[in-house]
């Protein structure tokens, strides 16, 4: 990791979960982290912390909300104005609405795909174009995808965020097919866990704890720690290694 001291992450969904772990490792790894949400107090509070801790990089709060392209695009324009640019960029951001296919609210499914899929794609653009106008050639885009981005589980609740994740399978596999075309070193990573206890059930059960809890108690569960791992295995691979697709679960 010690070539990414002093550069640049995108982490988007940096307030809760998997994004709060993964902003706060990269931080103590010495990079500067650009941490994005639309609730950016828990953001600021995060970088307070990281700098009474003393770690080496930086935790910068950026409020954001991804299903407006205006906003992502205005955030990209700050980063370069006041960072450079964006040599890592981590699709963290992500959410999931119970509504099933069959009587599911089009308001629901509509926010899914703008945050799970459309903001993913602008921000893996947007990081791509900052690295090649500044001759970046060895940045990586991330994208924290779902094992329900490879199966389809009876879960009806699920079935819209699923085709979401199945999305960034695909999407993923053909941003590396562009770089490649491209000749440039740029890799492309999905990492796809199965269930992670973090906020992500309360807020898609948000009226109902007990159903939220009960994901968690059913299911053996990853913890962010964990993706933080397989994001910082990802970052430490040599150059010329390729890392596809890292697909785990708890056992």
Request: charged share 20%; glycine share 8%.
């Amino acid at each position: 990791m010690e070539r990414w001291r002093g550069r640049v992450a995108l982490v988007t969904g940096a307030s809760v979960g998997i994004g709060v772990a993964v902003a706060v490792e990269l931080v103590r790894l010495g990079m500067k982290v650009v941490g994005c949400a639309r609730d950016v107090g828990k953001i600021q509070k995060l970088a307070a912390e990281c700098q009474s801790a003393g770690h080496p990089g930086v935790l910068v709060p950026f409020k954001c909300d991804l299903t407006k392209e205006e906003e992502i695009l205005a955030m990209f324009a700050a980063i370069k104005e006041q960072h450079k640019g964006v040599d890592v960029c981590i699709n963290n951001a992500g959410l999931a609405h119970p509504e099933a296919l069959l009587n599911g609210k089009t308001s629901a499914w509509k926010n899914m795909w703008d945050v799970n899929v459309l903001a993913l794609c602008i921000c893996a653009r947007e990081a791509y174009q900052s690295m090649k106008e500044r001759n970046v050639d060895d940045g990586h885009i991330i994208n924290i995808n779902s094992v329900c981005g490879h199966q389809v589980f009876p879960y009806a609740d699920g079935h819209f965020y699923t085709a979401t994740k199945y999305a960034v399978t695909a999407l993923t596999e053909g941003l590396r097919q562009e770089l490649r075309a491209e000749n440039t070193h740029i890799r492309a990573t999905s990492i796809s866990p199965g269930f992670v206890k973090t906020e992500f059930a309360y807020r898609l059960y948000r009226d109902n704890s007990d159903k939220a809890a009960a994901v968690y108690t059913k299911n053996k569960s990853l913890e962010a720690k964990d993706l933080v791992s397989a994001v910082t295995y990802v970052l430490s691979a040599p150059p010329h290694v390729q890392v596809g697709d890292i697909n785990f679960e708890a056992v």
